[in-house]
């Protein structure tokens, strides 16, 4: 580097050796702390936050300059956190414990990592400078601060509703139970959103605001299902725990292992159980990180198109992002870093390349089966983006090379498949000869063909048409995407959604999943249906931006009722994101309650300390992997049957279904390696009455928990199998 002063023409140089010396000094600092065990608890904390916001400030402004301090250092903290969780991940299968020590050497590492990649990316020669913003005059701070007491009273209001309607009875939907004003709050929300683009035109603002119209949907699961959500969450929360416990789970499963680390993390370094990390983790991420990435992809180059760009999110489907799993924290980050590599930053910056790579690998470490897929993915659209700037005699393989990514992505998940079969890993029967058939392509097709049957009724029908027709309003937004951008990566975004519904058909159509229960073999075709769906509205986004900018300039008969349309799809959104019960939907999934816990518990203590075996069914072996964790094992065999099924499951439905008979006690006794077995019914179980007369007249004792004066969802009878008698 030539230099005439050092002081002059080098103050990048210089202004990196400050960071260096000061981040250096908190290095220092921090390890001290650590190392000392100082008794001030609040010291160690506030040394820990600085190194760790400051470290993320330096990464976040350098690689993203335009984006100003604020945004710089949010997205920092993310990157940040990327690239401690991925070295937590490499530390946990070298086999060393996840503990306070593995914590000071691990944070002390990422921190030298920032330090690198910023003098790396230092040697560019030409950084972008932030956007200017429209200077603020007084009616625009007035329509800023109006919009967002507005904004912040939808979000407060549906925020006290869901948690006075919070409950810890088993339900099925929890619509009936939040007040009737919800929706209307949560169509308020997004209108406000809008109406700060035309009023305001500020994109911070913007940001923030579409950021709350995510949340006023993410944050009602957590705060309305007192016990939790779902199944799943149970027996993560089991596995982390058991981290926290003594630093490593065995055998070391070759997944989750990337959310693991980073909620045991977050639960050591600030004292927070682990069920509320994990109960927030994603309905909170959400909300922060997809407005984030969407403010700092979109340039000011068209401004209003880049608040437009905001208000598109309202297209995203909520389904995935409302509770914490491995398979939806994969998604978040697998999408945000899509949408960094789908931006309009220029080809030349480096921040294009290095953020949604650190993203997109940190999903893999999550969830391999969403983040393999995305990282081909997000490398095809990376290729595409630097080949398009970079002269080749060779023209044919710069076309080629992120077509083949793109390939790869679409089989990437049943190869993995077919490789685990063949290992013996999971048992999966193929019938390949089953995709040559006309079936499964017709069923694809239909799937997205609008019919709600002759049971009619309005916002259900809606909502439900809103869900079918998702992925045609995606694949039509993205080519008009191709249109009006004609980039090669808007192509690549639309081929990878149709690839991956073609692979999704060829897994449900050629492998079945036996392992799983029969209404869970579909659930790994569907879930690359629902990544599918995520790449094409993703990608329709910049062409529904355009055509709202296009409205509201030169075609005020369209605005209206593309407003009106906007709005009803985002409250849809927010109806399909949690269970529903309705004219068209019968819920059949019913929430963990008070009563199935009471009664892990009351087996317990009934048993005395005996092995004993249980037949229930998903909600109650949920809530003993909640209460007992993974306490005891017949081999391979839990001693409840586990929520995605298997062998124990089984013979608890043949109880259940058929004629209830103690041979099938003792078919699971053999299974659980016990003479005591259990049989626990809940009261809105299919013919619970008719059941509860048969299993009363064969089991040695019998009684009642909970409440069941009160309605379904609210007790559980619980039979006692002596087998030795």
């Known amino acids: 580097m030539r230099c005439l002063s050092h002081d002059t023409v080098c103050p990048d140089m210089n202004e990196k050796n400050k960071n260096a010396l000061s981040g250096a000094l908190l290095i220092a600092v921090f390890i001290a702390t650590k190392l000392l065990n100082l008794e001030s608890s609040f010291f160690i904390h506030f040394i820990t936050l600085c190194g760790i916001l400051f470290h993320s400030y330096l990464l976040g402004t350098r690689l993203f300059p335009r984006a100003g301090w604020c945004a710089g250092t949010m997205i920092g903290v993310v990157l940040f956190a990327a690239l401690h969780s991925t070295s937590q991940t490499i530390w946990f299968y070298l086999g060393d414990p996840l503990n306070a020590i593995s914590d000071i050497w691990i944070t002390t590492t990422t921190m030298v990592a920032c330090h690198l990649f910023t003098f790396w990316i230092a040697e560019h020669p030409k950084e972008e400078k932030r956007e200017t913003n429209e200077p603020w005059t007084l009616p625009r701070a007035v329509s800023a601060i109006i919009l967002l007491c507005i904004s912040s009273a939808a979000l407060t209001g549906v925020m006290i509703g869901a948690f006075n309607a919070g409950t810890t009875d088993s339900i099925r939907a929890p619509w009936t139970l939040l007040p009737i004003w919800t929706l209307h709050a949560i169509a308020l929300s997004w209108t406000v959103t809008l109406l700060s683009i035309w009023l305001v035109r500020s994109r911070g603002l913007t940001t923030l605001l579409s950021g709350a119209s995510l949340a006023i949907t993410t944050v009602i699961a957590p705060l309305l299902y007192r016990l939790g959500y779902g199944f799943d969450g149970f027996l993560h929360i089991a596995g982390e725990k058991q981290i926290l416990a003594t630093g490593t789970l065995n055998p070391k499963p070759l997944y989750y292992i990337g959310q693991y680390v980073y909620t045991t993390f977050l639960s050591r370094a600030a004292r927070i159980p682990i069920e509320h990390v994990d109960r927030w983790l994603v309905p909170i991420a959400a909300a922060i990180l997809l407005p984030l990435v969407m403010y700092i992809a979109h340039t000011n180059k068209k401004p209003l198109t880049a608040h437009y760009s905001l208000f598109t999110l309202s297209l995203i489907p909520l389904a995935p992002f409302i509770a914490t799993t ?322 124990l499951y089984q013979l608890y439905l043949d109880m259940t279904y058929t004629k209830p008979s103690r041979n099938i006690a003792r078919d699971a006794g053999t299974l659980g390696g016990s003479n005591l077995v259990y049989v626990v019914l809940n009261d809105y179980w299919w013919k619970a009455d008719e059941i509860a007369e048969s299993l009363t007249e064969i089991a040695d004792a019998t009684w009642v928990i909970g409440e069941p004066e009160k309605g379904p969802g609210t007790s559980v009878r619980v039979y006692r199998f002596e087998l030795h008698k």
């Open 326 to 647: 491995p398979q939806s924290f994969a998604y978040l980050l697998g999408i945000a870093a899509v949408i960094l590599a789908h931006s309009d930053m220029p080809s030349t910056s480096v921040a294009t390349f290095i953020a949604p790579i650190i993203l997109v690998t940190w999903s893999i470490a999550v969830h391999p089966l969403a983040g393999i897929p995305l990282f081909f993915i997000v490398v095809a659209m990376l290729l595409a983006k630097r080949f398009r700037t970079t002269p080749s005699s060779r023209r044919l393989m710069p076309i080629l090379l992120p077509w083949i990514f793109v390939l790869l992505s679409a089989a990437a998940i049943p190869v993995l498949f077919a490789i685990l079969s063949v290992r013996g890993g999971t048992r999966i029967t193929w019938n390949l000869p089953a995709i040559a058939t006309i079936g499964p392509w017709r069923d694809l097709l239909q799937s997205f063909t609008p019919w709600i049957g002759n049971r009619y009724a309005l916002w259900p029908a809606w909502a439900s048409l809103v869900a079918q027709s998702l992925p045609v309003i995606g694949f039509l937004g993205s080519c008009g995407t191709m249109m009006i951008k004609r980039r090669t990566s808007d192509a690549l975004l639309l081929g990878s959604g149709i690839l991956l519904f073609i692979s999704g058909t060829i897994l449900k159509s050629a492998g079945e999943f036996a392992f799983l229960i029969d209404y869970e073999r579909g659930n790994y075709a569907e879930r690359l249906a629902t990544l599918a769906t995520l790449l094409l509205v993703v990608g329709s986004m910049p062409f529904w931006a355009w055509l709202l900018d296009r409205a509201r300039s030169d075609a005020r008969a369209l605005l209206i009722p593309l407003v009106i349309g906007f709005l009803a799809i985002a409250t849809a959104h927010s109806t399909n994101a949690l269970p529903r019960h309705d004219a068209l939907v019968t819920g059949h999934g019913w929430s963990v309650g008070e009563s199935d816990r009471e009664a892990v518990r009351a087996i317990d203590r009934d048993a005395n300390s005996r092995t004993y075996t249980v037949l229930a069914n998903q909600s109650v072996s949920a809530a003993a992997v909640s209460q007992f964790g993974f306490k005891r094992y017949n081999g391979d065999v839990f001693f409840y049957p586990i929520p995605t099924g298997g062998p």
